[in-house]
């Protein structure tokens, strides 16, 4: 009975592994046919990367706020960047 069960799960992964490396294969042809919706993905992940100009603000305020807090450390710096960061 050890064996027999022991059978079915190799069967069952060997089944799944194969399965696996199927669908990585059908993922790779569809990738060659369309070099633009591959061009068309970069544009839009490098848009993504871009920060918006309220996120270039609060970086710009958080440069500041740590250089102001220098020295400070723990609950002192907590408060002084959260009420820096509040302006």
């Known amino acids: 009975?050890?064996?027999l069960i022991?059978?079915?799960?190799?069967?069952?992964?060997?089944?799944s592994t194969?399965?696996?490396q199927g669908q990585g294969e059908a993922k790779g042809e569809a990738k060659k046919g369309a070099p633009a919706a591959e061009k068309k993905a970069e544009k839009a992940e490098k848009a993504k990367?871009?920060?918006s100009e309220a996120q270039k603000k609060q970086q710009e305020r958080m440069k500041d706020c740590n250089a102001k807090a220098e020295?400070?450390?723990?609950?002192d710096r907590k408060k002084f960047m959260s009420s820096c960061l509040k302006g």
């Not at 020295?71 to 609950?75: A, E, L, Q, R």
């Open 1 to 3: 009975m050890k064996q």
């Open 49 to 51: 990367k871009e920060p």
């Open 71 to 75: 020295g400070k450390s723990g609950d």
């Open 6 to 15: 022991a059978a079915v799960i190799c069967a069952m992964f060997a089944m």
């Open 18 to 20: 194969a399965y696996a």
